[in-house]
């Protein structure tokens, strides 16, 4: 059974949602306190976290920055503010929705079973053991997410790692930004396609000796991207 935990202070918003998700088959933990949701979201193996950002004494920002230094579940972010949409963008804080209230439970139930299977098809096979990767000094764990360049672990957002294991499990093809788009944040979800840029942008200053000449991610001009082995 899959676990959601939500982090909200309303608790008749925070009951209508679990009873929707619970109808569903999830098993659903409310924290109406931030800093014990937070507690408990890194203590404890969620599958998926929708995450209110007004909350008292520490904010949804603050806690999914928190929460993305480590770990990938999802995160979904509820907000009473439409304005509140950009302001996530332009942190970059690495959520992977965002709802405006009031919204329709039906909806959000849909929404968390999307990212619950994008993240499975994403993170996938945990128990087969796959290889890591090993190109030039960089090498990524797929079992533990983790990314190594020349022994020294980099630290990576859940996005910026699975666009670089699937640029790099499929190594010298060339996919453009619309196709890299639909296959990590999924056709209908939020963001741009300047969003693939930023994100390659980020993983180059991460891994790339000389971000403008990279060996590892190449720009096909009029093309896509490419990683090279
Ligand atoms: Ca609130």
Not at 203 to 221: C, Y
């Amino acid at each position: 059974m899959k676990r959601i935990i939500i982090i909200e202070d309303e608790l008749s918003i925070a009951e209508l949602e679990r009873d929707y998700l619970e109808i569903d088959g999830f098993d659903v933990d409310i924290e109406q306190n931030g800093y014990t949701g937070l507690q408990r979201t890194l203590a404890e193996n969620y599958d998926l976290v929708i995450l209110d950002l007004m909350l008292p004494e520490i904010d949804g920002f603050e806690i999914c920055k928190r929460i993305r230094r480590k770990k990938e579940v999802p995160i979904m972010m509820v907000s009473a503010k439409k304005e509140d949409i950009d302001k996530i963008r332009g942190l970059g804080l690495g959520a992977d929705d965002y709802m405006t209230k009031p919204f329709s439970p039906a909806e959000l139930v849909a929404r968390v079973k999307s990212h619950l299977s994008r993240y499975e098809r994403l993170v996938g096979h945990k128990d087969e053991g796959e290889e890591d990767i090993k190109v030039k000094g960089l090498v990524i764990n797929k079992n533990a997410r983790r990314v190594y360049l020349n022994g020294k672990e980099v630290a990576f957002t859940a996005k910026e790692f699975d666009l670089l294991i699937f640029l790099a499990s499929n190594p010298n093809r060339v996919f453009s930004k619309e196709h890299i788009f639909d296959r990590i944040w999924g056709e209908n979800s939020f963001g741009e396609l300047a969003t693939v840029a930023v994100h390659i942008r980020k993983i180059r200053e991460k891994i790339e000796k000389d971000t403008s000449n990279p060996e590892f991610i190449e720009t096909v001009w009029g093309a896509g991207y490419r990683f090279t082995i």
